[in-house]
């Protein structure tokens, strides 16, 4: 009896040595859906463990744009880990994944034969999960149209002295815990899903198994290029126990229903949109709140996020007036409305009927955010679709720095002044053509009109650094403008406008003012490098975990710098901080206009009210009356058609107009007290 047993368990030793299962192949359909390939497993242990669990996936896959493919392996008890997203060239030959390979798969190249580390830690499967059942080869050509391909064959192997998983017990952040119940989280639709907050206070630990909030939602994947990354952004409602939208406050948040999980894998710094966000709110606009966490997504780690508000028409948000359908007409259909340069369909957005000046022959167009596409009414898309085309006509003009006629009669100039200065600080140039954001209220009267606004901001992963993607934005000295994108024929044309807008001496002189008075303050070197320091400090813990499990720390992954990636957390900061410090220096040189006149008056409708020429009509001679803090020096006249017909200097005696002929003209007042003119229609006779 003694003999049989111990045969037997040689048997059993010499089957848990090693064992390897194949799965089905078949084409990859282009279509985004996805793909599901299996291999049926049995006669393993119950759990898979150090002892023995998974150890390798081997696969071979022909492919005509790898860069499409996002491939995951799920096991029958639906964890799931990314094996590899977003990699270059064409197919897959006999590539493998091993967790102590020397090389991730990051670091390979096409068709990556030989063995890699995969993009997410296989030994996050061997958590004492049961590996007996179905598993499953998840892949999904993300990109519709640009390539196609087979899976060939693919294999799975399970033997002695496999890979532990992360073991995530406690973080000085609060904890995001995601239960799906098995189901597979997708760009659209939403799928039912609880989400359970440990938030023990600040300062306090949280620990997993700590008591949690929990509330019922929707989720679903969020973002573009974001989505093909191995941390996956998402977005996500919070619901009733109907399934109703439920408000409720996030880590101390304004109550609100909408929500998203900001991955980081495109920033090892973590705080490329922080940084961005609290600047604009420094200066007096509303941005996204969001605050730190780690998250667990069915009893998986998956590293640092930012639980951040979405944009959205909002009391606490995006603060402008409600918009209903049966308001069609008077000052009800004038908003409130926000719209954005984005990406579109032809369904979504409209196109307008100028081009940018970098891009005379690109058509741009513009994408109805609120109300949403399939709300909006015929009557408040020709509203906002004029008042845009009005704009636009008025920036382009012979007159477009006319503070009544001109431009100024649309815009909130103080808002495309500072949108201008963050995205140029940080050089984001998604914040010129993509992610680029605009509202305008309802007007106030018949006669005020309320002015279109820039913001808020959004998106700064691709930011804050030197990107292969134009040679403007590869420079290593922190120069180049991030609104000259139009340059680099990106799939997005850019609007333009800061480009007509800095032809303007009084827009300019405005812009350098503004900045030297944020240098002074919240954007001087010291504050910039102080909140870095504490984001980083508050970080310290975390994104040890965060890197151990993504592995692509020294890896140029992602959108990849063209510096080589640093290969520690504190490197990382060091490289942020230093190409802010050269951007800094180069805007300090480069910012266009004169702060001689910053603390002087700006011109406002009290001014303009009281600024007057008279007699008027007049027949030889006119007088000037205006504010004590005004004193027109300079005049000039304009007929009808545009054309400068007088120019003259104001004295004592007034103006002297008898070398003009009668008919109606545009007189402009200049002052060096104000930083903008005066115009006044005037009659002579």
């Not at 089957?15 to 793909?35: E, H, K, R, V, Y």
């Not at 606009?285 to 508000?309: F, P, T, W």
Request: net charge negative.
């Amino acid at each position: 009896m003694k003999t049989i047993t111990l045969l037997l368990c040689l048997i059993w030793n010499t089957i848990l040595f090693s064992q390897t299962f194949t799965g089905t192949t078949g084409a990859i359909t282009d279509n985004l859906q996805l793909n599901y390939f299996t291999s049926e497993v049995s006669e393993l242990p119950e759990e898979m463990n150090v002892s023995y669990g998974i150890v390798k996936v081997c696969l071979d896959i022909t492919h005509t744009y790898n860069p499409d493919l996002n491939v995951l392996l799920i096991s029958p008890q639906g964890t799931q880990i990314n094996l590899f997203s977003n990699l270059g060239g064409n197919n897959f030959t006999g590539t493998c994944f091993k967790q102590d390979a020397a090389m991730s798969i990051n670091e390979g190249t096409a068709p990556y034969q030989g063995t890699f580390k995969p993009q997410q830690p296989l030994g996050n499967l061997n958590n004492g999960q049961n590996g007996n059942g179905i598993w499953t080869l998840q892949i999904q050509d993300l990109w519709q149209g640009s390539g196609t391909g087979t899976v060939n064959s693919w294999s799975i192997e399970f033997g002695d002295e496999a890979p532990a998983s992360l073991v995530f017990t406690s973080s000085n952040l609060p904890i995001v815990i995601i239960n799906t119940f098995g189901e597979t989280i997708v760009d659209d639709p939403q799928i039912d899903a609880t989400i359970s907050i440990i938030d023990n206070g600040e300062g306090m630990v949280n620990h997993v198994n700590d008591p949690a909030t929990v509330y019922n939602t929707g989720i679903e994947l969020r973002g573009h290029y974001s989505q093909i990354l191995p941390q996956k952004p998402y977005k996500f409602e919070t619901r009733d126990e109907e399934g109703e939208e439920l408000n409720v406050s996030l880590l101390g948040m304004p109550e609100e229903h909408d929500w998203c999980l900001i991955a980081n894998y495109n920033d090892k710094v973590f705080m490329r949109n922080t940084l961005a966000y609290s600047l604009f709110r420094d200066m007096g606009h509303y941005a996204a709140r969001s605050k730190y966490c780690e998250v667990i997504l069915n009893g998986d780690y998956q590293g640092v996020y930012m639980l951040m508000e979405s944009l959205k028409r909002d009391n606490a948000r995006i603060d402008i007036a409600k918009l209903e359908e049966d308001e069609n007409v008077g000052l009800d259909v004038t908003g409130g409305y926000i719209i954005k340069c984005d990406y579109w369909t032809w369904e979504d957005s409209w196109e307008l009927e100028y081009s940018p000046l970098d891009a005379p022959n690109s058509t741009v167009r513009l994408v109805y955010e609120y109300p949403k596409p399939e709300d909006i009414t015929y009557t408040q898309k020709e509203y906002i679709e004029d008042f845009i085309n009005d704009f636009e006509t008025a920036l382009y003009s012979n007159d477009y720095t006319n503070p009544t006629t001109g431009y100024l009669k649309y815009i909130d100039i103080d808002s495309f002044i500072d949108y201008f200065i963050v995205n140029e600080l940080s050089r984001n140039i998604d914040g010129f053509r993509k992610s680029f954001w605009m509202y305008k209220d309802k007007n106030e009267s018949e006669t005020e009109l309320s002015k279109l606004t820039l913001g808020p901001i959004w998106d700064f992963d691709w930011s804050f650094k030197n990107i292969w993607s134009c040679s403007i934005f590869e420079a290593q000295d922190g120069s180049g403008w991030a609104h000259h994108m139009n340059e680099c024929n990106f799939d997005i044309v850019s609007p333009g406008w800061h480009l007509r807008l800095l032809q303007d001496p009084v827009f300019q002189n405005r812009l350098r003012c503004r900045w030297e008075d944020f240098r002074s303050g919240i954007m001087s070197n010291d504050a910039i490098n102080d909140y870095i320091d504490e984001t980083a400090t508050l970080l310290e813990e975390a994104q040890q975990r965060h890197f151990d499990y993504w592995g692509n720390l020294g890896i140029n992954t992602g959108t990849p710098e063209v510096e080589q990636d640093p290969s520690t957390f504190e490197g990382q900061v060091t490289q942020f901080k230093n190409w802010i410090a050269l951007r800094l220096q180069w805007l300090d040189t480069n910012i266009p206009g004169n702060a001689g006149n910053c603390n002087l008056v700006t011109v406002n409708e009290n001014i303009l009210d009281a600024t007057n020429l008279y007699p008027n009509p007049a027949s030889d001679r006119m007088y000037i009356t205006s504010p004590e803090q005004v004193q027109p020096d300079t005049a000039e006249f304009f007929d009808l058609t545009g054309k400068l017909v007088l120019s003259t200097k104001i004295n004592e005696e007034g103006l002297s107009v008898t070398s003009l002929s009668n008919g109606v003209y545009i007189c402009r007042l200049y002052s060096d007290s104000v930083m903008v003119h005066i115009s006044k229609v005037v009659v002579l006779h």
